[in-house]
């Protein structure tokens, strides 16, 4: 009986022994990077339109992304928990190489930028949280009404809102870019 000829069927672009340019520069994809930085795929998105991470295509057009960025990331999500806007991550970012993996080393000199701006932060929280131990103690709880802090209603005049929030800790609104 003659030896048949069974088709072998490879859905990928290059057999699985080869070597892609994914495996040589340990490129994550774009659902790679969501499940492992926790970011939805939307906010990876507008991170790299606003700069802050990069990406580059496949062939077929796909976001891929080098491994660093998940360290990026990570940062990012830091950061904006601490109280850093868009802009001053961007700025802090902006700070580390762009062609190649940041250092331990890049990162301890990029803190050291913004570990000022935390103290004040600090500084300006334990101020707010001693004011309002003795505000609730005067018994008043209404700034409008307030003869200590609020003496005839004079915030009213600098503006609406919290007019007593220190300046380090107000979050203006997001902007958006053109």
């Known amino acids: 009986m003659l030896a048949s000829i069974q088709p072998k069927v490879n859905l990928r672009s290059r057999a699985a022994t080869e070597k892609s340019d ?3 520069h340990d490129l994550l994809t774009m659902g790679e990077v969501t499940r492992r930085s926790g970011y939805a795929a939307s906010a990876v998105r507008y991170y790299e339109s606003q700069g802050l991470i990069q990406a580059r295509r496949s062939a077929g057009g796909q976001r ?6 998940l360290r990026r990331l990570a940062f990012i999500r830091a950061a904006a928990n601490v109280g850093l806007s868009l802009d001053e991550i961007k700025a802090e970012l902006d700070c580390l190489p762009g062609d190649r993996t ?22 300006a929280l334990e101020r707010l949280r001693d004011n309002l131990d003795s505000c609730i103690g005067c018994g008043c709880l ?4 307030c003869r200590i802090s609020n003496p005839n209603d004079a915030a009213a005049a600098q503006s609406a809102g919290a007019a007593y929030l220190p300046k380090v800790l107000r979050r203006d609104p997001p902007r958006r870019r053109a």
């Not at 940041?102 to 500084?123: C, G, N």
């Not at 209404?142 to 009404?145: A, E, P």
């Open 64 to 69: 891929t992304f080098e491994r660093s960025v």
């Open 102 to 123: 940041p250092t331990k080393a890049d990162w301890a000199r990029m803190s050291k930028h913004w570990r000022r701006r935390l103290e004040e932060q600090i500084h």
């Open 142 to 145: 209404s700034l409008q009404r």
């Open 22 to 24: 994914m495996d040589t």
